[in-house]
């Protein structure tokens, strides 16, 4: 038995979005917990799909003393304000140094954070962590898939283990991964070597999902290299592949992967294989986008005769990768086409959610929708919004993501447009239209609909895809620019090339 240390601090920053996170985003809980410190960490993480929970019942089952530091996430935003991360990174040191001496350490890291003070969020804080606890302590960390996994999150952790899956399935499974390494970790007492490769592209968001080519089997491939190093004993413990998150503008934005092994020649092997494997699929990141014109023209052509609902991804405005999800492109070309019974959600307006809630079900909101933060210079959408159903914002999630997380969102409205037909889901606080049961929450069957518009990149997916007629993905105004050569990058190292095949970075 071994004492380890656990906690988390989640942040993936799009240094371009308009909003930053503050302590206020991450003391709150949203579909996941709030800030949470201490002995009540253990059961407060219990039971959602989080890398800390299935983190804490690996190490359970392992029969280890855990020791709770603190957890906490906030929505995708810009920069982490320098107060909120002094105040989080500060609480983790602090119960570290009180639970000193400690034999292991498992953190819960996004590894996309960008702070005021600090390009590289996690490599500040493991390096804080290393120089407390000493060499000799293995530091594991689990990773989201949007990692920008740099040199100095590799050198400090002992060892990182990133999810496989875009839409994130594996979150808490990735926690338990992460958890059984530093288990062996501790009982092996081997040295490990590290073979780190950062790739030659970024990769827009939209392609990466490992739902399809090429992800999909670049994931398999790493699946069996890891699992023939294991039977042809080459030591090879672990590989963590990165596609990265874009809209960051840091030196070590992009791909990045890392092979764990105790043998050098064959983690070095394993790496180059592995990134040449992922060079030759360059090509492969594309599809077809469209504009909200276009796609809702496509829509309800397709609707027509169809028994499912053809789904519109509002790609660019995905407040999981830092939109305010509330520009209304797609609204808009949703009503000037009178696309009857189409559902678009969910438009982050807590001013029209509490206006609506205050006005009670059937009467006409008084104000406009959307379109508040004013992030595209748009302006909110007039119509006769007939407000349809309320709902507190509180409901349990039930998708392969979001199953079992509790929601606390704040008060929320379906409201029509009596002209069009075109409905919107009203929600108080920032969260991706990734759950049916967002919409279920204010009295929309989702596959009843037959045209439903979201606000997300990809992890809509996961619930939504086996529901869909067809997935168009759609480009209207919103913080999360795809095209990475659209954005005004000043920190990018010099020779990376800004999406597939694309210009290199001067
Ligand atoms: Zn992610």
């Given at each position: 038995m071994a004492r380890i240390a656990v906690g988390g601090f989640q942040h993936e920053t799009n240094t371009f979005a308009p909003q930053r996170a503050t302590w206020d985003d991450f003391e709150r809980a949203d579909a996941w917990p709030g800030f949470v410190r201490g002995a009540e960490l253990l059961d407060a993480v219990h039971g959602y799909n989080i890398p800390i929970a299935g983190a804490v019942e690996a190490l359970r089952a392992r029969g280890h003393d855990l020791l709770p530091l603190c957890w906490c996430s906030a929505p995708p935003s810009a920069h982490v304000e320098r107060a909120a991360y002094e105040r989080v990174a500060g609480a983790i040191l602090e119960d570290l140094a009180a639970q000193m001496p400690v034999d292991g350490v498992y953190l819960d890291l996004h590894g996309a954070m960008v702070a005021e003070h600090y390009e590289d969020g996690e490599g500040e804080l493991l390096r804080r962590i290393r120089a407390l606890v000493g060499d000799r302590v293995p530091i594991v960390a689990s990773l989201d898939y949007h990692t920008n996994m740099t040199p100095e999150m590799v050198r400090h952790a002992s060892l990182m283990v990133g999810y496989r899956t875009y839409p994130h399935i594996d979150m808490a499974a990735t926690g338990g991964r992460a958890a059984l390494l530093l288990d062996r970790l501790l009982s092996e007492r081997r040295p490990l070597y590290k073979a780190y490769r950062q790739l030659g592209f970024l990769i827009p968001l939209v392609w990466q999902c490992t739902g399809a080519e090429p992800a999909k089997g670049i994931f398999a491939l790493i699946g069996e290299v890891e699992q023939g190093a294991l039977s042809h004993n080459q030591g090879i413990l672990s590989i963590t592949h990165t596609p990265g998150f874009p809209p960051a503008d840091i030196a070590e934005c992009g791909p990045a992967l890392v092979v764990y092994g105790h043998d050098r020649e064959a983690a070095e092997a394993a790496a180059d294989r592995l990134a040449a494997a992922i060079g030759e699929r360059e090509a492969a990141f594309a599809g077809k986008l469209y504009t909200p014109e276009e796609a809702v023209a496509e829509a309800l052509t397709l609707a027509r005769g169809a028994t499912k609902p053809v789904v519109l991804a509002?790609?660019?405005?995905n407040p999981g990768a830092g939109g305010t999800s509330d520009t209304v492109g797609l609204l808009r070309a949703l009503i000037a086409q009178r696309a009857q019974g189409a559902v678009i959600g969910m438009i982050v307006d807590p001013e029209a959610a509490e206006a609506a809630e205050a006005a009670g079900e059937g009467a006409l909101l008084s104000c406009g929708v959307g379109?508040?933060?004013g992030y595209a210079g748009e302006t909110p959408v007039e119509a006769n919004w007939r407000i349809v159903c309320l709902g507190s914002g509180r409901f349990t999630g039930t998708g392969p993501?979001?199953?079992g997380a509790k929601f606390n969102i704040g008060p929320m409205a379906l409201v029509i447009d009596e002209d069009s037909g075109v409905s919107a889901v009203l929600a108080s606080k920032r969260i991706?239209?990734?759950?049916?049961e967002m919409f279920r929450h204010v009295g929309v069957e989702p596959a009843q609909v037959p045209i439903l518009a979201l606000k997300s990149t990809v992890h809509f997916r996961a619930d939504f895809e086996p529901i869909a007629e067809r997935v168009l993905c759609v480009v209207s105004p919103g913080a999360h620019i795809t095209d990475p050569a659209e954005l005004p990058y000043r920190n990018l190292r010099k020779g990376i090339r800004l999406n597939p095949l694309g210009p290199p970075r001067a």
């Open positions: 509002d790609i660019q405005d379109a508040k933060v993501m979001y199953g991706q239209a990734n759950d049916k």
